[in-house]
């Protein structure tokens, strides 16, 4: 049973980067050519377990709202975007370089340095002055490499979300208050990639801004403070690891009023998955005054014309994934000494929901009718190779909630066994019934 086994909690990030690696869920990306600092690829378990994510978040965020629209917008946006933001001005971190061993950090971490490896008598950095670096991707666009071409690879994914207010507001004939959400790719040239996926350089972001009129930009913060927090917690990241911060008035954008961090417990402490702020009416002001467009609306009743407050949520899917990662980590400790990795994921989050294991090839026809019956609703992974005891360890491992094994009893009684991951008690059900037990069992996300 469950509670009379030992569980130990990730504690070394090590040892989730090398189960990643080892069962194909992220891993370096450009791994044949040594790797690129900052860039990462999922394989199949990470990208299924990453796609879940992102449904459920439009899921919840798109779909079940009539008051937000969805939409998906160019990479990379006309330039005047980052200079109406604040972006080409504003978006640095300051840097300091070491004379000595030439690497380069954000001055706010040289704490984190570690020692100087170039430096005779001393392993003390010799630092620069801090000087601004702005983390933005440059590219050029067209054939001709000047300075007419600059462009950006987007910083964050609302900035166009702004650009396209109007039209989106006017085809979908939504009336304030209402919200545009989209998600996709980020980049950002950041000057000290690490923990893993938690501080890439090419990320993904799924953002809500939701626009109201001033006098209600109170509610809507609270509103979806507690929307975003019940998402969380339906992850599975719920009790002491999670937990809100607000900023503090020093903290806070210029333009914004309000803002507040959902925070996770990582191995290396307490860090930022999710920012909820109140941007006030300053990103569709920039934007209707870089270009010349009229951006507010008109009140219907009151013939009040003004310009909308944003509630923005936006949330770092990488950085999510990696906290369910975190949080879904166990070592147990087995009542005959023996130990297994399980990745106690939410069912519905699962890369994989089912595994069919026969425990005879013989039994393939039986079984792969299953598997392809099951394949209609659920990823499923069949396996009939090698011991039964180490193929529910792999299944434990990319952390599948379910395997149902086939034998010789099955083709007299009609029957297969389920299997737990986390119980891992076994239960006997009928085949025909398989397809609607899982169904209820994976489902409650959906
Ligand atoms: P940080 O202070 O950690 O750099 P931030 O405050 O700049 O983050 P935002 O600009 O508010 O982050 O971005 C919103 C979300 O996007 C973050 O909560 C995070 O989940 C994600 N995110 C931001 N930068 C990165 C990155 N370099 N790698 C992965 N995810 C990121």
Redesign the pocket.
């Known amino acids: 049973m469950a509670a009379e086994r030992s569980a130990r909690r990730l504690e070394r990030m090590e040892d989730l980067v090398s189960l990643c690696a080892r069962r194909g869920f992220v891993f370096q990306s450009s791994e044949i050519y040594g790797g690129i600092n900052g860039f990462w690829d999922y394989g199949p378990l990470g990208t299924e377990l990453k796609n879940n994510l992102k449904s459920l978040w439009w899921q919840r965020v798109v779909r079940e709202r009539p008051d937000v629209e969805g939409i998906d917008t160019a990479i990379i946006a006309h330039p005047r975007t980052w200079e109406a933001s604040g972006h080409v001005e504003h978006f640095s971190d300051p840097l300091v370089d070491c004379r000595a061993c030439k690497k380069r950090f954000r001055a706010d971490q040289v704490g984190d340095a570690g020692p100087c490896s170039a430096r005779q008598g001393s392993s003390e950095h010799d630092f620069t002055e801090p000087r601004n670096f702005n983390l933005m991707l440059r590219t050029h666009i067209g054939a001709s490499e000047d300075a007419a071409a600059v462009a950006y690879l987007r910083a964050?994914t609302c900035q166009s979300i702004f650009n396209d207010f109007k039209r989106v507001r006017e085809t979908s004939r939504q009336k304030i208050p209402f919200g545009i959400a989209q998600l996709g790719k980020a980049f950002?040239n950041?000057i000290n990639p690490r923990n893993f996926?938690?501080?890439?350089?090419e990320?993904e972001?799924a953002e809500l801004e939701f626009f109201c009129h001033a006098t209600e930009r109170e509610k809507w913060f609270s509103h979806w403070t507690d929307e975003r927090m019940r998402f969380h917690r339906e992850l599975g990241l719920a009790g002491d690891r999670l937990r809100t911060r607000a900023h503090a008035t020093d903290e806070l954008a210029h333009y914004a009023r309000a803002a507040v961090d959902v925070e996770y417990l990582f191995p290396f402490g307490w860090?930022?998955?999710?920012?909820i702020h109140d941007r006030g009416s300053y990103d569709l002001s920039r934007h209707g005054e870089y270009s010349g467009k009229d951006l507010g609306v008109t009140d219907p009743e009151t013939k009040e014309h003004y310009v909308p407050v944003v509630i923005e949520t936006?949330?770092?899917i990488?950085?999510?994934c990696l906290a369910v990662m975190v949080d879904a980590y166990a070592e147990e400790t087995l009542e005959d000494g023996e130990t297994r990795i399980v990745m106690r994921f939410h069912p519905a989050l699962a890369p994989i929901q089912v595994a069919v294991l026969p425990l005879s090839k013989k039994l393939a026809e039986p079984a792969h009718r299953l598997e392809s019956e099951l394949r209609r609703r659920f990823n499923v992974f069949y396996d009939d190779a090698g011991n039964i005891g180490r193929r529910y360890r792999r299944q434990d491992e990319a952390g599948t909630p379910f395997c149902v094994t086939i034998d010789f009893e099955s083709a007299q009684d009609e029957k297969v066994t389920v299997r737990e991951r986390d119980s891992m008690e076994q239960e006997r059900i009928p085949i025909g019934a398989v397809g609607a037990v899982l169904a209820e069992r994976t489902g409650a996300l959906r």
């Open positions: 964050e950002r950041e996926t938690f501080r890439s350089r990320f972001q860090q930022e998955i999710e920012g936006s949330v770092g990488d950085r999510t």
